[in-house]
Structure formats: C-alpha cells, structure tokens
C-alpha cells in the first residue's frame, strides 16, 4: 500500500519560536495533501487542504499565516507552525491521496508537538 | 457534510465477529461511505468504502443497507490489534475527510 512519511515524529520547541514539520508520500505521486490536527482524547480536526503548485485551502478558523503549508512538489508538503505558543501543542497529521474520483487517503504516522 | 451517529464505544472478544454501525441519515446521493480506523497513538489507516454494493477486501466488509441510510463495518474474526476508533464518513468524490467522533472498539482477549 501507499506509504506517507512526516518527520519529525516528536518535537519540542520553546515558546515563540517556529517549527517546520514535512509530510512525504513515499512510493506514489500525491495531487492533494491535507494537514490536521488531533487534541487529546478527541478527534481529528482539518486544518487546509493543499494541492501542489497552489496555494493551500484552510479550513474556518485556521489562521493561514500561523500555520504555513508549502507543497511544492507531488511528494512533499510542509507545515511550518509560526511563532508557536503552548495551545498549539498538538497531535498534526498529514494525509495525501491520488488523483481520481474516489480515493482513499492514506496518512502519516503524525508529529507530536509540545511547546514549553 | 453528511452528518454521522455511531456508538461511542464498543467491546468484543478475540476471534469473534464484530459489526460497527453507523448512521447516516442525511447523505448525498452521491456520497460514498469511507470508514477508517485509527490506532493509539498513530494516524488514521483507510478500511473500506462503498457506495451502494456491499464490499468486501481483506480487512473487512462493507454491509449498506438498501436506503443508504445506515452502514455496518464487519470485522469477521476480530484480533487485538484490531482495538481502535472507528471512523464512518461519508465523502464525496475526492472531498475532503470530516472526522466525528467515531467507536472506541475494544476486543477482550
């Protein structure tokens, strides 16, 4: 099956600093990577959509300029958290799907972030 | 979106049949019903989806029922590692993925 990588898997930071983190589809060419987010014991929240070559589609009330994703080619995306502060600690996970008109994403193992 | 119910939890034994439900109600004719699963600690993994067909592949099976107003998930023979939550979404086409809340499913062993 597809294969989707991120990296880091854990990452502190300390407060008002940045953190970039890469979303990599490893055996296959992704058009669309999505970004989300999964607080504890709850479920997993969109964050944008991103297609290569194009800007990023963000979900309501997710600031863009806080949370910015590059997707510059069909194997990597990158979410870069902008002057981190300790709520957007968080589980972030990455998903990529082909191209076609029904398919199944298939998603990173994720990033655990915790800022102090 | 389609708006989805499915149990919170739910608890089974090792090696047993277990059958997930979800409904929903409130999907498009067009919607196809993807389900998930998501370990601890891990991101989602895709199970299966359908449209209208019962489906089968070898992780589980797809039951719809004939409105398309509820769908089962059965995990035939069920193992440990098969403890997670259970995602039911509907989709359509290449759509993004809207996550409620899901089934804690705990298998006994």
């Known amino acids: 099956g597809a294969v989707v990588s991120q990296h880091p898997s854990r990452v502190i930071c300390k407060s008002g600093t940045s953190v970039k983190i890469e979303c990599r589809s490893l055996?296959?060419?992704?058009?669309?990577m999505f970004w989300y987010r999964q607080f504890p014991k709850k479920s997993l929240m969109l964050m944008a959509t991103s297609n290569e070559g194009s800007k990023a589609t963000y979900e309501q009330g997710v600031e863009k300029d806080k949370f910015l994703i590059n997707h510059a080619s069909l194997t990597l995306s990158t979410l870069t958290v902008t002057s981190a502060h300790p709520e957007d600690s968080s589980f972030y996970i990455c998903?990529?799907?082909?191209?076609?008109?029904?398919?199944?994403?298939?998603f990173g193992p994720g990033t655990r972030l915790t800022v102090t | 979106d389609a708006k989805t119910t499915q149990p919170n939890s739910m608890e089974s034994n090792e090696e047993e049949p277990v059958h997930l439900p979800c409904n929903h109600s409130?999907?498009?004719?067009?919607?196809?019903i993807h389900w998930y699963r998501q370990l601890p600690s891990q991101g989602p993994e895709y199970v299966i989806h359908?449209?209208?067909s019962n489906v089968n592949n070898r992780m589980a099976s797809l039951a719809i029922a004939e409105d398309r107003k509820s769908s089962t998930l059965i995990l035939h023979r069920a193992t440990l590692r098969d403890a997670a939550v259970y995602y039911c979404?509907?989709?359509?086409?290449?759509?993004?993925?809207?996550f409620g809340q899901g089934t804690r499913l705990t298998i006994n062993p």
């Open positions: 998903s990529a799907t082909l191209a076609g008109a029904v398919r199944e994403q298939y």
């Open positions: 359908g449209l209208t």
């Open positions: 409130t999907i498009s004719g067009t919607d196809y």
């Open positions: 979404i509907p989709v359509q086409g290449a759509q993004k993925l809207v």
């Open positions: 055996d296959f060419q992704a058009t669309t």
